[in-house]
């Protein structure tokens, strides 16, 4: 640049007049003027190979994918855009299978093969690797699936033993814990075990003085015995039954003979209206109509009760004795004392009996 500026500086030095000065600042400038462009064009295609360089690092994979969209009609814009699009997810894929690596050791070649497709623009080849990978994942998950269920079982075993020892402790709070702790390692498709773990959390929830804990769950219970069992099951009637009781221990009696009424109408028709069950269920209603001061209509139940003990099981049972003298105890509430001696002594009473009615 030095040795053009003193051949032109020479050249006109001679001439010493304004014109040749403007002349010289003329060229000058042209000159500089063209060294800058040179440099910033050189700067441009230096940039221009290095970017080219860089691009040629994932154009394996980029072309193979551009030949691809190609071979389907796609061209112009929309192939540029797609092939950028799968430029940048490229290293997201990369990323990705990484961490596939690090989920299971034993999958991490066929993982590792499917990164080489991919990369080699071998589309088919990569989607086949990462399609066993995902047959052997599911594997993997069945059995390891299988695997938990087991211990889940176990675990449910282990807390009912223990909840079953403190209950006999009559230690029911920490009962109550053991059988929640069994519920919860139940699979929530088993209904039926499900409602009996629940049975004995309330259970143990009641006895420990959390009447109304015990009630939500009886009814949980009773959903799921519904749902499993059928609407007009005996073991439905068994745990509307248990519901009711705790409905009636705090005070909720509408509710509570509701149940009740559910419980015999279910046994009534699925066990037959003499069965022993459905005295039991009739005595259950009694007691809470004598409760609420509705002796007259206990009465008629509790003569049912009496009848269908006797009849089941014979005159000299206990049971048979106890649904006498709550008959009994029903008719002199309900100033019958005549009535009461009648049954008394043709039930073969002593005369005891007989005078506790006068």
Do not use: C
Request: proline residues 2%.
């Amino acid at each position: 640049m030095a040795e053009l500026l003193n051949s032109v500086r020479d050249t006109f030095e001679a001439a010493g007049s304004a014109q040749g000065s403007v002349l010289i600042v003329t060229i000058v400038a042209a000159v500089l003027v063209g060294a800058v462009a040179g440099f910033s064009w050189g700067r441009q295609r230096k940039g221009a190979a290095s970017r080219s360089h860089e691009v040629a690092e994932v154009s394996t994979a980029a072309v193979a994918m551009r030949q691809h969209l190609m071979n389907q009609g796609i061209s112009g814009r929309a192939l540029e855009r797609r092939v950028r699009a799968f430029e940048a997810n490229l290293k997201k894929a990369r990323g990705a299978m990484d961490v596939l690596n690090a989920e299971d050791p034993e999958t991490a070649p066929l993982i590792d093969a499917a990164k080489r497709s991919l990369e080699e623009g071998d589309f088919d080849e990569a989607v086949g690797q990462l399609t066993d990978a995902r047959e052997r994942f599911i594997s993997a998950r069945k059995s390891l699936e299988g695997a938990a269920r087991g211990r889940a079982k176990a675990a449910s075993r282990a807390a009912v033993l223990a909840g079953d020892l403190e209950l006999a402790r009559r230690n029911y709070g920490a009962a109550a814990e053991q059988f929640g702790a069994a519920v919860d390692n139940v699979g929530g498709d088993e209904e039926s075990e499900v409602a009996r773990l629940l049975t004995k959390q309330g259970t143990a929830t009641f006895k420990a003085g959390d009447r109304q804990n015990a009630a939500g769950i009886f009814e949980t219970a009773a959903k799921l015995v519904r749902k499993s069992s059928g609407r007009e099951h005996p073991n439905l009637a068994k745990a509307l039954n248990r519901l009711a009781l705790v409905r009636f221990a705090i005070g909720q009696y509408d509710a509570a003979e509701r149940l009740y009424r559910r419980a015999i109408s279910i046994d009534e028709k699925a066990l037959g209206k003499d069965h022993s069950t459905v005295a039991t269920d009739l005595n259950n209603l009694a007691q809470l109509l004598v409760r609420r001061g509705g002796m007259k209509e206990a009465g008629p139940l509790l003569r049912r009760v009496m009848e269908i003990r006797q009849k089941t099981l014979g005159p000299n049972h206990g049971k048979v004795r106890q649904a006498r003298r709550n008959f009994l105890g029903a008719l002199r509430a309900m100033n019958a004392p005549k009535d009461a001696k009648r049954i008394a002594v043709a039930d073969g009473r002593d005369s005891r009996d007989a005078e506790e009615t006068k």
